[in-house]
């Protein structure tokens, strides 16, 4: 019955980006990709109650005018624990308003269990409202961790002071899990897409985290961090997961992971 709901919410998602059409008063629209592009990016510090090394991978790519697919993936390692997986994007944007997309994802994390593994699947929608300097990121959908099938939700906001530096903070949860996170991403120069990243957060299952490192973007023309966000790439939902987002794992027993982490929305 539960792996019957998660197929019919995977259906229904199909069918909600499959009826996405440019409207023809978005034929004056930039595109939703500028360019074919890749983000690389590695951070350390401490999750799951130990050390930890997290790299994140997303490339990314125009279909046609006004919409753009893209690809996550995430390996890391936190407390002796090896944790990874990936992801796809399929959505429509206005780089000048939102962006509309669907999202699935496979990832493995530790726990329910001490010593053991889960494998999570999600299928969800995510949005992005682009207002001046802020950017509303909502997103939720379906979850499936050992046969269990429960929904997941996020709202996610980002301030950007200047176009060169993006303050970010997140809340979400699924099943009984609760989150917070917080995080920043600063550009070092501003003809190199070169900058320095940072994530923390807490939820009320486990211990809190904090992670900093460097990403480096490549591909398309250098741009700030403010137009990559809304010009090229959405966030990595897999890195998310991996690192905010490992807590929600959930079993029909009840069962709660090996401690791990907060939030459920990438901050960039």
């Known amino acids: ?9 995977i259906a229904a998602i199909g069918l909600l980006t499959s009826g996405l059409a440019a409207p023809a008063w978005a034929e004056d629209a930039p595109p939703a990709v500028s360019a074919p592009n890749m983000k690389v990016d590695v951070s350390a510090g401490t999750l799951a109650g130990g050390a930890a090394v997290m790299t994140g ?15 996550d993936a995430a390996l890391g390692n936190a407390d002796q624990d090896m944790r990874g997986g990936f992801a796809g994007h399929l959505f429509y944007r206005d780089p000048r308003s939102f962006l509309l997309g669907a999202t699935a994802m496979w990832s ?15 299928a969800g929608l995510e949005a992005e409202v682009y207002l001046g300097d802020f950017s509303v ?50 550009q070092l120069f501003e003809d190199t897409p070169l900058s320095l990243i940072g994530d923390s957060g807490i939820d009320n299952k486990s211990t809190p985290f904090f992670l900093a490192g460097i990403r480096y973007s490549f591909g398309a023309p250098s741009k700030t ?29 009840g ?3 090996k401690p791990s982490a907060a939030a459920e929305a990438p901050p960039t």
């Open 1 to 9: 019955m539960m792996k019957t709901g998660f197929i019919r919410a």
């Open 225 to 253: 961090i403010k137009d990559r966000d809304r010009f090229d790439d959405p966030g990595n939902i897999v890195r998310t997961m991996n690192t905010s987002g490992a807590s929600s794992v959930t079993t029909t027993n």
């Open 255 to 257: 069962h709660t992971p």
């Open 108 to 122: 493995s994390v530790a726990g329910p269990h001490l010593g053991s593994r889960s494998d999570i699947r999600r």
């Open 57 to 71: 991978f997303t490339g990314t790519a125009p279909l046609g005018h006004s919409l753009g697919v893209q690809l």
């Open 137 to 186: 990121l909502p997103s939720f959908g379906a979850q499936n961790a050992n046969g269990d099938t429960t929904g997941y939700a996020s709202l996610a906001g980002i301030y950007y002071p200047t176009p060169y530096l993006a303050l970010a903070t997140s809340v979400g949860g699924t099943g009984n899990h609760r989150t917070l996170q917080v995080g920043f991403e600063y």
